[in-house]
């Protein structure tokens, strides 16, 4: 469905994307993570046509999205992290303004835009100013006027940002039923949980350069630890803590009262640390052991946090 | 294009206070210019004051060296025209004054009569025809020369006192001599002609009544203020531009299959229909509310109207497009309008600016609306006459709209 190749683009003398390969497969649930300033923005910018790249090529569906910017244009639809919608018009309105201008016959724009009011469960509001709205119930009516022309890719620029559990839970369902429907989702979120609960491939990005691509095992695998040893101590001393730091392994991390241990063998790791620690007088709480998130991996790939 | 406008009008109909300032205020401001011009002096016109007719019936060698003088002169010029047909354009509005140099002129300033001399002028106008009376007084004054006046003063004399002896003529010429020699000052000079004039040197002025009464004051706070609160309405459209690029809307228009100067082209469109909904609400409320009685041909004043709305429109973009944002954009907007509004003569009529003023005023939008407005409502002018007005109207705004464009362009891959 989509494929890029060499992809790169430089500002200035900044390179914001340093050669980026990636191929996506119709139908795929794609999360693209990187922290800021990685080259997400700019990915999904040239991959709508918005800017043109320096070098590399991008095909969506065949149609190359430089040469053939109209077509690709139209098997587009984007969702972007700002609300871009008029707020002195109804949601009706917002829905028919967005429909017309990708040439949908009035008519038809009208039974889209209501049956896209009722999906998102926005059809007693349809009425409505969208400046009265909640921060929520305008972020799918965001989502609602990418989809209006009915597109089989849907770029997701962070689109649940500072919404409520209730309207977030409604957008997950509604994602999942347009990519039932076999709709190309690319989605870009610092919610590592939303990554983990909806992509069913994910793809970091750093510097540029895509680092590591595949589904969430594969990255688990790839990161190259499957499991963490969770231990929360009772009344441990800062200074107790950093001697098991430095006695087990570097890349321990200690939070609070608790450590954590990632390790790809558990059975002979495990052991000694309880032994450790009751060598040095420390009582144990508890003991968990755990896969490896979304986020551990994150920051073993890229050294950073996402919001870095 | 059409829709990105449709969506904007849409918008603008909600607004009811941008409704009121688009009509109400505009409305309420050439209702009091047309007052304050009205009270000032029931008249305003295109014409610098010393642009006239002459009607030569002397053609003498002294008359046509007069008239040639008059008009080389910087303040006035003149255009000779036949008696009758010079006095039916004044009267018909064509044109502010006459100066009609009899037959006998000559023979008149060689024997040191009263030269028959007379200034027909449009009564309508009487303020301009005052400034151009002074005018033309104290030139021809300069113009005729001592020479004139001294024969004057001296047939004066003889006649007052008819028995004075050779003695005292002789100081008295003497005097006068020194009083007109080319050293003695030009006040002075002034102040003598001033001083006598009702006698000697004198200009005869005969207002010339209207065929059909034309009401120059509400024209010009017509035009005037239409011209300026439109382009301050424009300013506000463009300044829009960057709002959506502010929200993200702009960003958004540019993922939908369109070439991105149609979002351009479609924030001109709606400022383009909304310029001229507002000059044809406040042409027709001139004309019902304040009685403005139109002398000419309304398809081009519909013409101009579109011209107008055209460049106005271009103007909003072109703000818009040279600014960084929207605070940027109303800022610059409100310094340009107001300069461009003074100069141009949305303010303060033409006639009353310098001359320097007046030839900066050509490159205002104002100006050329203006004019156009006082030819097609007032004067009943042809195409041709107007055809200058409009062409600089479409060069002004094809202009502005072409560096609009360009910097649109450049613009995008900054909202990417």
Known sequence: MIEIKGLKKSFGKTEAIRGVDLAISKGEFFGLLGPNGAGKTTTINILSTLLKPDAGTITIDGHDVQRDAAKCKQLIGVAPQELALYSELTAYENLMFWGRLYGIPHEEAATRSLEMLQLFELDNRRNSLLKTFSGGMKRRVNIAAAMIHRPQILLMDEPTVGVDPQSRHQIYQVLAQFASEGITIIYTTHYMDEVEKLCSRIGIIDHGEIIACGTLAELRAFSGDSQLIVVTFENILPDQLEMLRKEFSESVIIADDKLSYKTGNVAADLPPLISRSADLGLVIRHVTIEHTTLETIFLSLTGRKLRE | ?416
Request: proline share 3%.
């Open chain 2, 1 to 416: 294009m059409i829709k990105i406008a449709l969506k904007d009008i849409r918008i603008f109909l909600r607004d009811i206070k941008g409704l009121l300032l688009s009509f109400l205020l505009p409305i309420v401001l050439i209702s009091l210019f047309g007052l304050a011009f009205g009270g000032l002096a029931s008249n305003s016109a295109k014409d610098r004051p010393a642009n006239i007719y002459v009607a030569d019936l002397d053609s003498s060698t002294a008359s046509i060296q007069i008239i040639q003088k008059l008009d080389s002169l910087d303040e006035i010029a003149l255009t000779h025209i036949a008696f009758e047909a010079g006095k039916e354009n004044v009267m018909s509005g064509n044109k502010l004054a006459m100066l009609v140099f009899y037959q006998g002129f000559a023979d008149s300033l060689e024997n040191g009569g009263a030269e028959p001399v007379e200034l027909f002028y449009d009564d309508a106008r009487e303020l301009e025809a005052s400034l151009i009376q002074y005018a033309l007084i104290s030139n021809l004054m300069e113009i005729m020369g001592s020479q004139s006046i001294r024969k004057k003063i001296l047939k004066s004399v003889n006649q007052r006192f008819p028995d004075i002896d050779s003695i005292t003529l002789a100081d008295i010429t003497h005097e006068i001599d020194l009083q007109f020699s080319p050293a003695s000052n030009e006040e002075d000079t002034l102040a003598v002609a001033t001083t006598i004039g009702p006698q000697i040197g004198s200009l005869k002025v005969s207002p010339l009544a209207r065929k059909k009464s034309i009401d120059w004051a509400l024209i010009q706070s017509f035009a005037g203020t239409a011209v300026m609160m439109l382009l301050f309405g424009v300013a506000a459209i463009g300044s829009s531009l960057l709002g959506e690029r502010e929200e993200g809307t702009l960003k958004r228009l540019l993922y939908a299959p369109m070439n991105p100067l149609q979002i351009l082209f479609g924030k001109m469109l709606y400022s383009m229909l909304l310029a001229t909904v507002q000059l044809i609400v406040m042409l027709t409320f001139t004309v019902w509310v304040l009685g403005l009685e139109i002398n000419g041909n309304l398809f081009y004043a519909f013409l101009l109207i579109i011209t107008t709305a055209y460049a106005c429109a271009s103007f909003g973009v072109f703000i818009a497009s040279i600014s960084g944002s929207r605070k940027q954009s109303e800022g610059l907007a409100t310094i340009v309008i107001l300069i461009m509004s003074a100069i141009g003569g949305s303010m303060i009529p033409l006639f009353f600016m310098p001359a320097f003023m007046q030839k900066m005023a050509v490159v205002t939008i104002n100006y050329w609306s203006i004019q156009g407005f006082f030819d097609v409502l007032g004067r009943n002018a042809g195409f041709m006459d107007i055809a200058l007005s409009l062409a600089m109207l479409v060069l002004i705004g094809t202009a502005m709209t072409v560096v609009s464009a360009i910097l649109f362009r450049k613009h995008i891959y900054k909202v990417a």
